[in-house]
């Protein structure tokens, strides 16, 4: 059984392809020659910027925007939490480096590797609030 690869560049070079039919069709069924010749160019373009050549970095800046609020309001618990409690457990104040870690990650903009260090810090803490009945939940 033959099977045809399909490659982004073959399926947005489609497009581009058809670009000046879309544009042509759009402007023959509304009347409106400016929009088709619109249309038909922003079509056109869509070959220019495949996913795969820019996508990366859009890629990294979506994921930044989406981590910042959540990893920022993580680590703010997670001082708050450690600050009041490093000192009742020796489990906690191993902690402490890993929340500077996270914090520096997050300072340079980092957020996936400040999550990945709140993450590290959570596990402590609630292995440490298990095994210690005197320390509080998390």
Not at 61 to 81: C, G, K, M, T
Not at 97 to 110: C, E, I, M, N, R
Request: hydrophobic share 45%; aromatic share 10%; net charge neutral.
């Amino acid at each position: 059984m033959y099977q045809q690869m399909i490659y982004p560049q073959t399926a947005f070079g489609a497009v581009t392809g058809q670009a000046s039919s879309l544009g042509t069709a759009v402007s023959t069924g509304t009347g409106d020659t400016q929009s088709g010749a619109a249309i038909g160019h922003i079509a056109s373009s869509l070959g220019a910027v495949l996913p795969y050549q820019a996508g990366l970095h859009f890629e990294q800046q979506a994921l930044n925007s989406f981590l910042r609020e959540p990893v920022s309001s993580l680590i703010r618990r997670q001082y708050d939490y450690l600050s009041a409690n490093a000192t009742k457990s020796d489990q906690l104040t191993a902690c402490l480096p890993a929340l500077a870690q996270a914090a520096q990650a997050f300072g340079a903009s980092d957020f996936a590797t400040a999550f990945n260090y709140a993450y590290q810090i959570h596990r402590c803490i609630a292995i440490a609030a298990l095994t210690n009945p005197t320390l509080p939940a998390v």
